[in-house]
């Protein structure tokens, strides 16, 4: 059983930073690419930041310059440092891993249940 597990959300004012962090455990053979996704009320779930096996790194324009993504393979964790925030920065955040299990032929997208964070005004 694969699980992601997020911690760091909260309640922030505006200008304010928060530390998201997300663990992979379980029987997994290989991560392929962990990142960040958020999902404002009634709005769609969409990429905040990626990170793949080489480094490589993928911003949402509207965190360009605030956020950072940084991971640590050998630990199967992702931690997103979020600065300067704003009011439009509130929504629930989900850990995203692109893994393989152990006894799979696949990888496939894995999600985290989620961490709320509230930048208020």
């Known amino acids: 059983q694969v699980q992601l597990v997020e911690s760091g959300g909260g309640l922030v004012q505006a200008g304010g930073s928060l530390r998201l962090s997300c663990a992979a455990s379980?029987?997994?053979?290989?991560?392929?690419?962990m990142g960040w996704y958020r999902q404002a009320p009634g709005k769609e779930r969409t990429l905040v930041a990626t990170?793949?096996?080489?480094?490589?790194?993928n911003y949402a324009d509207s965190v360009k310059g605030r956020f950072t993504i940084s991971r640590d393979i050998a630990k199967g964790t992702v931690t997103l440092q979020m600065n300067s925030l704003k009011p439009d920065d509130t929504a629930v955040y989900y850990c995203?891993?692109?893994?393989?299990?152990?006894?799979?032929?696949?990888?496939?997208?894995?999600w985290g249940q989620g961490t709320q964070v509230t930048v208020s005004s």
């Open positions: 995203n891993a692109v893994l393989r299990p152990l006894l799979g032929t696949y990888a496939a997208n894995y």
């Open positions: 379980g029987s997994i053979f290989g991560i392929n690419v």
């Open positions: 990170i793949s096996n080489s480094g490589s790194l």
